[in-house]
């Protein structure tokens, strides 16, 4: 069994205070965990420099843990190589793949994504109007990398920034849920039925866990959850 510390929207420096206090509460659990995942917004407004306090609270907390990230809609598009560049110490997902063996021999495969909205919200429908085609077009991504990875570890996750269910997002405003996630993911879960999913984003979520024909799915929004989320794969 894998433990799991996963958060989202941090949004460093402005919860970053937040973040450090929560992983305090929960220094034991992180002392032991096999793995740190991000599920994005981990720094504020494409603040790439301020990701490094971020890494320093986890590791100093935690030990040096391995960390899964993907990239939110605050680690602005366009970014990402500079995120990747200047961290990589950090396992970075983004429409990919990656499969992690613990100390038990265990395989733990993980596809991470900033994942899908029904609705491009209105920024993006100004600024990137290729979103429209790129949401349609992640949730058989989805669903082609975890049958792939299915057939080469034991346990699948997916972590994703964007709500993959609306399941998860309940205590937002109804009007906005196209633009907090996408049923399409949700169906591209139902189908390749992976072993549990992560997500984020969603900050006044009331509804934090919820299953998806018995697969669980998290939302692990610092903000809603105003705490990590400790997770027994």
Not at 31 to 39: G, Q, S
Not at 56 to 83: H, P, W
Not at 198 to 222: D, E, F, M, Q, W
Request: glycine residues 6%.
């Amino acid at each position: 069994m894998a433990t799991i510390v996963a958060v989202a929207d941090v949004h460093s420096p402005k919860y970053l205070m937040h973040y450090m206090s929560a992983l305090n509460r929960r220094r034991e659990e992180c002392r032991e965990a096999d793995l740190v995942v991000w599920a994005g917004d981990m720094v504020y407004r494409g603040r790439v420099e301020a990701l490094q306090a971020v890494i320093d609270v986890t590791f100093k907390i935690c030990g040096e843990k391995r960390i899964v990230a993907v990239f939110g809609n605050e680690e602005y598009i366009g970014l990402e190589d500079k995120f990747v560049k200047n961290y990589p110490q950090i396992i970075w997902l983004n429409d990919s793949t990656t499969v992690l063996e613990l100390e038990n021999g265990e395989k733990i495969g993980i596809f991470g994504t900033r994942g899908a909205l029904e609705r491009p919200t209105q920024w993006q429908r100004k600024h990137h109007p290729e979103l429209w085609q790129v949401y349609r077009e992640r949730p058989r991504i989805l669903e082609e990398q975890v049958k792939r990875l299915k057939e080469e570890a034991s346990k699948v996750i997916v972590v994703s920034h964007y709500a993959p269910t609306f399941k998860t997002i309940v205590g937002e405003p109804q009007r906005i849920w196209p633009e907090l996630g996408s049923r399409l993911m949700e169906a591209a879960i139902l189908r390749s039925k992976p072993t549990l999913v992560i997500h984020g984003h969603a900050h006044k979520a009331k509804v934090l866990a919820a299953r998806l024909n018995g697969i669980p799915v998290y939302n692990v929004s610092l903000p809603a959850k105003n705490d990590v989320t400790i997770l027994k794969v």
